[in-house]
């Protein structure tokens, strides 16, 4: 049990090479507990958590029992995703550095099979692969099993949750009746038990209880939020909080497209991932996001899985998930590596009670946050905004920017005002408020009832296009105004051309007093539109601003609505008169 040395767990001379050139200083709980038992020939059950190092707890015993003077495959490793299998044949191939002639092969689908089969033909110790491809070689008779003597299934909980179970137990049977059955798998879940007590012979249990999660260095706050204010009170917590690098979790697949629309309408660098992407859209998305490109990335939790991302100033539980365990996976991905981090939990009325049970689970009080108010939000924007204009003018270089001054300066301005014109520009902070009080839900239940009428759904955030304007980091105006540029085009430029004045079937063309100068972008009037009268920001059609005035379509039913919520209210601090367009 208190195994201090991996050379202690009676390793090979190469394999302990190796561990010590990957920087590992001593096995962590499940390879120390669980490597013994898989070096003598136990079929093993193992439970860890996420990130606990149960590639190498398999991996080192399975590289020690392959003999290397035969071509045939003697291990199996499936995987749930290509993404993992690549992970995994990656770190047993780091392990197997010094072990000579070992030669470990890949397969997933979506990689030419045909490649795939040349390399089989050539032999191969150690097959890593997903479900789906393994099946259709050994549909194929590409793949022979007749020797394999370790198999061993990663991640059993997701492969089942997957939707692998048929082929596993296809799988499972193929193999030879003298072989050792490996699981591992962060959770454990009747199926696994069933697969277990069908395919394993006398299992020996490792199980590392999890006691990180008191001593983990997370703070873990809980805010009562109305679930059509999540996102607002989101993008509080990320201006308040600085955060600019975290992940959201939702529980379904749309919900993860719902907010990614929604945060990036807002002007956050936000992308999503889930099992829809094909392999490259997530490739792409999880280059970015490492690249800090991309700030807030949303994704389920099966998605999540096996992405290695650290270093997380937070992860927000835009959900409670549904599972108790997916709690711990979660916020196990802030605060590693001894530094601090936040987990925030988005919790409305209905999803109080499974809070409650993830703190019974965890033995953990989970402490009530309190929103940010608006004040708050324009308060750190101030400061950091302050911050960054100190170390600009200590950084110097700034004469190349005089002849600005001076120009400004000759049409009669003063120094005061236009320091404070750019100051608004950058800071985007304005007059008009978020309300505060229509955020969090109270735990009164009658007066919900109410909250759907005429305007009182606004939890409204008129500022919320201004927030592209952050003081971030110098990326201000760097992406489009929207990801569909296509539609909220700046409107024509060319003023020869008449305004459109008719709408897209389906659609009421509006017509809004305010327009190029006052400073209006089409995130504002999406923004002021979505917010105060309660649409979705996407059911929002074509924007053509102008200079002093702007059309905007909006579907047909909700024109009414629109203009009641619209009318003498402001956008960016100004009144708007709006009115169907003639
Ligand atoms: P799991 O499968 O339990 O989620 P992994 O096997 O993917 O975890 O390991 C997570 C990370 O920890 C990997 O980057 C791996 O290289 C690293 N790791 C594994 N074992 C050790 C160890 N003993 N010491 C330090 N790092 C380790
Ligand atoms: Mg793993």
């Known amino acids: 049990m208190t195994t201090e040395t991996f050379a202690e767990l009676g390793l090979s001379e190469d394999i302990l090479r190796a561990v010590t050139e990957m920087g590992f200083e001593k096995p962590s709980p499940i390879q120390a507990q669980g490597i013994p038992p898989v070096l003598q020939g136990y079929d093993v059950i193992g439970q860890a958590q996420t990130g606990t190092g149960k590639t190498a707890a398999f991996g080192i015993p399975v590289l020690e029992r392959i003999d290397t003077s035969s071509n045939a495959v003697q291990a199996l490793i499936l995987c749930p995703t290509r993404e993992l299998a690549v992970q995994v044949s990656e770190e047993i191939g780091r392990l197997a550095k010094y072990v000579r002639g070992l030669r470990i092969e890949v397969i997933y689908g979506g990689d030419s099979i045909e490649r795939q089969i040349r390399s089989l033909k050539r032999g191969v110790h150690i097959v890593v692969g997903t479900p789906g491809r393994v099946m259709d070689h050994m549909q194929r008779g590409t793949l022979s099993f007749d020797e394999v003597r370790m198999m061993v299934l990663d991640e059993a909980d997701e492969m089942l949750d997957m939707g692998f179970r048929e082929d596993i137990e296809s799988i499972l049977a193929e193999m030879p009746e003298e072989r050792q059955t490996i699981l591992f798998s962060a959770t454990m879940s009747k199926p696994i038990m069933s697969i277990t007590k069908r395919f394993q012979k006398d299992p020996v249990l490792v199980k590392v209880v999890r006691n990180e999660l008191t001593n983990q260095n997370i703070e873990q706050v809980f805010f009562e939020v109305k679930p059509q204010a999540k996102v607002e009170v989101m993008t509080r917590l990320i201006d308040m909080y600085h955060l600019q690098s975290l992940l959201v979790f939702c529980n379904t697949k749309r919900k993860v497209d719902e907010i990614v629309e929604e945060m990036q309408l ?273 059911a929002i059609g074509a924007i053509d601003i102008y200079d002093k005035f702007t059309f905007v379509d909006v579907p047909e039913r909700d024109a009414r609505a629109v203009l009641r919520a619209m009318d003498g209210n402001t956008i960016k601090g100004k009144q708007v008169q709006i009115d169907i367009a003639k």
């Open 266 to 538: 807002r002007g956050y660098a936000a992308e999503g991932l889930h099992g829809d992407l094909r392999q490259q859209q997530r490739n792409n998305v999880m280059s970015k996001f490492k690249a800090s490109v991309t700030t807030v990335l949303v994704a389920t939790d099966v998605a999540a899985r096996g992405i290695d991302v650290s270093g997380l100033d937070a992860v927000i539980n835009y959900d409670v998930p549904l599972d108790e365990e997916y709690y711990v996976h979660r916020i196990g991905r802030t605060g590693r590596a001894g530094m601090s981090g936040k987990a925030f939990s988005l919790v409305a009325r209905d999803e109080k009670f499974r809070l409650r049970q993830i703190e019974n689970y965890t033995k953990v009080k989970i402490e009530k946050g309190v929103i940010p108010s608006y004040e708050d939000i324009v308060g750190v924007r101030k400061a950091r905004f302050i911050e960054n204009i100190s170390s600009a003018i200590q950084e110097g270089d700034l004469e190349l920017y005089h002849d600005v001054l001076d120009t400004l300066r000759h049409s009669g301005f003063s120094t005061e005002q236009i320091v404070a014109a750019m100051t608004k520009q950058i800071m985007g902070v304005q007059k008009n408020e978020y309300a505060d009080s229509n955020l969090a839900w109270e735990e009164k239940r009658n007066s919900d009832r109410r909250e759907r009428g005429e305007r009182g759904d606004r939890f409204g955030d008129r500022d919320r296009g201004s927030r592209f304007d952050r003081d971030r980091d110098g990326r201000r105006g760097e992406r489009s105004d929207s990801p569909r540029g296509d539609r909220r085009s700046e409107g024509p430029r060319d003023r020869g051309n008449a305004p459109r004045t008719s709408a897209e079937p389906g659609m009421t063309r509006l017509f809004l007093s305010l327009g190029r100068k006052d400073n209006i972008q089409p995130r504002d009037i999406v923004g002021a539109i979505a917010g105060e009268a309660n649409i979705p920001g996407k």
